[in-house]
């Protein structure tokens, strides 16, 4: 008799005794069998050493179990704080909500501070000072991963697709007791300006979840997604749609929220391209998805984005009209949704009770707590844009700045937002996230929604861990050659070409190839660690780097060494400048140090805004060592520009989506009369025709 036949037999015809733990065991009501599906049957001969195997099983069990209920959390303390920290404390560290008139007179904190963002452009501030003193990366820290710390999963965990307990069987559809609910799937019209042309989205819908929306009929054609009032109140139930763009993690993406939420109701939407639409539907098939149109199959995280916020905004139009004809008043429609990173893993909340010595503490909250304590706030719909900390093992209330001075807690704070935001997509109706952007389209975003005067809020006393993915997200895209469409290794001057030259193509986004040349490609030469004449971007951020990049041997590289500690790991470079560019104290250092030194390019951006009323920084007196024109608006025009003042020799990049466009700007802004342009200095991205490729054109400022 084999195993199976033994254990079969033995559990078809005995019956537990009394004392026994599988006394009480009874078969659940849809399972056709008469055991536990947990419960093991260790049988053998006597003496043969059953009770040690089954407790070295348990041992092994127990440890893998407890690793688990481990995973890793982004672990990264805050990036680029001034040495010079100001000690005004605007609101009571005790404080529930943020007084709107309050928060005004705060300063708008344009520095970004994730740690995800280290390698970008620092934004422009007045108040900031760059800490020359601070750790630089060596070239061997470029490829490690990370910082991460391994943290016990709490009862309020989101989870993915590998989680299965009997509690969120129903929530995720896979509970056997009962038949794998159907989805319809309805599609959702609406038109944009921008775009010129109707917007046709599919939603996929379980029937389970239809109560969520608006039918003209039982079955009949979808109208919109039912909102709440802004006056509504219950205790168990979330007013703000969660979206979560995601794709390639199907497997991976937290979107499994029962337990996050503790019971409260709630409507979660997963934003997903056209072609993964069938593998996400089946390892979710009881969530509701959201497919984006054919043509952004391609497309990046500013897409989805994009079609989210015009998407709502649309919907709430239509909801207003719909409470309208049921005699409701109009304006009281919640305006309100979420945008949640698919890696978002738990919440937590500064116990403001606590009297621990070294600062407050944090304790694990449910991220039905946090929403809900955001959506009491008072004041809500007198702001844009709101967010939450990410999670850090430092005390959240004394952080160390770069300058090794204690930053004070100040429980909201105006500033940039990632990863897991509150959107009024009523107020911000004017401003549209960027359709065409890959990268920093959040930090592009919120500096527009700042310079339209709306208020941005972060919630300092909740915070958001974030879980490590490895695979699959919108930063995993693949430069390949059109021709073999095999992935190979492409360096970035070969990202752009000439118009009308036979240079390779490759098979990807336009805007893609754009944004990776301007980071990698040391474009504005005089901007190079040059934190006191920054470049000019006008309506559009976009990172211009720093890259860290290894040493090749040239006579024209120059070193400037910190003033506070001449080690090696403080070195700032500028490559390949002109001696006449370069201040006459700079030293030399001979080829066999410079071979094993990286380069650490930084650059700076002032972002403006040319709308009118627009608040921005202050630029009078300042000179800037270059000029971006990227997805300009239309107010941009000659006056504009002449109230900005350059250096010489400072570059500008205008970028355009034809050629023809691109002389029409030249002579438009009248951009001749202060800058020198040569045939030589126009490019374009690595695109075909067909693939609609992206031209810019370099001058020098006379």
Known sequence: MTCTEQSLYYRQWTIPRPHHMDSSNRPAKWRTDNFHPRRLLLSGPPQVGKTGAYLQFLGILSRL????????????????FSGQLERVQYQPTCASWPVTDTLRGMPFDYTVHDPKYEDISTVYCPDYYPNTDGNHRRQEDVYLRRRTAKIKLSKYAAYNTYHHCEQCHQY???????QMNESTLHAFTFSHLLLGEEIQLYF???????????????????????LPLTSDWNPDCIKSPIFTPTTGRHEHGLFNLYHAMDGAAHLHILVIKEYEMAVYKKYWPNHIMLVLPTVFNGAGIGAAHFLIKELSYNNLELERSRRVEGGGPQADVWPFIILSDDSCVMWNAVDLDSHSTSGPVERSVSLKQVLQHMEACPDLTQFGLCGIRKWSSHSPGQGQGSGGGARHREPFSRGHLHDFLLLNVDLTQDIQYNQNRFACDDVDFTLRVHSAGLLICRFNNFSVMKKQISIGGYHTFIIKNKMTDVPTSIQPSQYICAPDSKHPFLATPAQLLLEKYLQHTSLFPLSTCNYTHPILSVDCYLNLGPEVHTHTHTHNTYVIVSMSDQSLGHLSFFPSLPPSLLPSFLPSFPPSILSSLSLSLQVTVCFVSS?????????????????LLCFWDSFVTPGFLKNFHFLKGAILCVVCADRSSLRQTVVRLELEDEWRFRLSDEFQTANAKEDRPLFFLTGKHI
């Open 611 to 627: 709308r009118p009323h627009s608040i921005n920084i202050c630029t009078t007196g300042l000179l800037f060592s270059g000029l």
């Open 204 to 226: 996929i819908i379980p029937k389970s979840k239809q109560h969520h929306f608006s039918f003209s009929q039982p079955g009949g054609q979808l109208e919109s997604m039912r």
């Open 65 to 80: 179990l407890i690793r688990l209920m481990e995973v890793d959390i982004y672990d990264e303390q805050d990036i680029n």
């Open 172 to 178: 995720t559809g896979f509970n056997p007791g009962y």
